[in-house]
């Protein structure tokens, strides 16, 4: 991730919607000198200069980013004391980035992985691809981009599946502004691995930037098939729409308002009562929800995760016909309506696929995805829905 933030401020100029993410000239100086520091593995050095880049651009995503994405990385292996500490940090620094610019992707990123930190299965390199790759890590990092070509070469010969690296190597070439070869990469890249989402939305940015618009949006939509969570490939998709005339896309906006939890030993409902709002009715179906869960998880095991979500959902909506049927008053949650809706026409598999994807649905996702090739288009087109 950390090269990446090179990238998002290389595009910031040539995507406005990404406005805020770029920092003033002091300011990114001295996130490349954190990032020269973290690549090093100096954390407390780079921490302290990226907060002085804060300092030197307080309008400014990307030092933000660059603190969320290094905390969250460090999160990752570190101690149980501290774990929970640095993911609080990170959670903080991403949502101060997007503050001051909602699209950061790097920031979305960050807070993708701390709420759901299971990987997508992308292939790993082998011992002497990761040499070859962490080489290129670095010189990309420097700017050095011929340098850094050179040892993704290296990383791709050592192991040609590693899709990363090609992805990489694509990289080299878009800030150079060179599209074709970028794009030509970047395809390598998703052929390799089909659900590499960032392959996708790589190859999107480079087939744009040579104005192949319809290219471009079915390669969103490849991204979005190989990754529903990752916001960015949203963000691009529903631009690219807005600039073309399309309907914009809809965030469903639904926000997990009730959930058992442990307390004194004892299976206690915790409710957010700002998610929830005032109409008593739509509490009952966000408690109805809790409980299905609670009760399907003790009483079937074999349940996966998705079968779980799915069926306390079809439960739960059930419970919401028939409360609105027999109160003759509707649910007021603009989101729990739109999930009644999606529920009433046998929608609401692919709308909880795709709208509230975490990585444990991925056996379930493949199997929708394969018998179904249109099925992210058609969703899209129908309901003009995104997470």
């Given at each position: 991730m950390l090269k990446h933030l090179i990238t998002a401020a290389a595009l910031a100029a040539c995507l406005p919607a990404w406005a805020g993410i770029d920092a003033n000239?002091?300011?990114?100086k001295l996130v490349q000198e954190g990032h020269l520091l973290r690549q090093q593995g100096k954390f407390n050095q780079a921490f302290d200069k990226y907060q002085e880049a804060v300092r030197?651009?307080?309008?400014?995503?990307?030092?933000?980013?660059?603190?969320?994405?290094?905390v969250q990385g460090l999160s990752e292996t570190a101690a149980p004391a501290d774990r929970d500490k640095l993911r609080a940090q990170a959670t903080q620094a991403a949502r101060a980035a997007l503050q001051n610019a909602p699209q950061d992707p790097v920031a979305q990123e960050v807070l993708r992985k701390l709420e759901d930190d299971m990987p997508p299965p992308l292939h790993k390199g082998n011992a002497a691809a990761e040499k070859a790759h962490a080489a290129a890590e670095a010189a990309f990092i420097r700017q050095d981009w011929d340098g850094a070509l050179k040892h993704y070469r290296e990383a791709m010969a050592a192991d040609p599946r590693y899709s990363t690296v090609f992805v990489g190597a694509g990289d080299c070439y878009f800030v150079r502004q060179q599209w074709p070869e970028a794009e030509e990469l970047f395809r390598q890249a998703t052929a390799i691995e089909p659900r590499n989402a960032q392959a996708w939305r790589f190859l999107a940015d480079a087939l744009a930037r040579q104005g192949k618009l319809d290219e471009?949006?079915?390669?969103?939509?490849?991204?979005?098939?190989a990754h529903p969570a990752q916001r960015p490939n949203w963000d691009k998709l529903g631009s690219l729409r807005s600039a073309q005339g399309q309907t914009p896309l809809t965030s469903l906006g639904l926000k997990t308002a009730a959930r058992f939890i442990m307390k004194d030993g004892q299976p206690t409902i915790d409710i957010d009562r700002a998610a929830v709002g005032d109409n008593p009715q739509d509490l009952a179906i966000w408690i109805a929800q809790a409980s299905f869960v609670y009760k399907l998880r003790n009483e079937d095991a074999a349940l996966s995760p998705f079968q779980l979500e799915l069926q306390s959902w079809t439960n739960a909506l059930k419970v919401a016909d028939e409360v609105t049927a027999k109160s003759g008053k509707p649910l007021q949650n603009?989101?729990?309506?739109?999930?009644?809706e999606l529920h009433r026409r046998n929608q609401l598999e692919p709308a909880l696929l795709l709208l509230r994807y975490r990585e444990a649905y991925r056996p379930e996702l493949e199997a929708w995805l394969s018998s179904r090739p249109h099925a992210v288009r058609e969703f899209v087109h129908v309901w003009g829905l995104r997470p």
């Open positions: 000239e002091q300011s990114s030197a651009d307080a309008s400014a995503s990307l030092p933000l980013s660059a603190i969320a994405d290094m471009t949006a079915e390669a969103l939509l490849a991204a979005i098939a603009a989101a729990l309506l739109k999930m009644q």
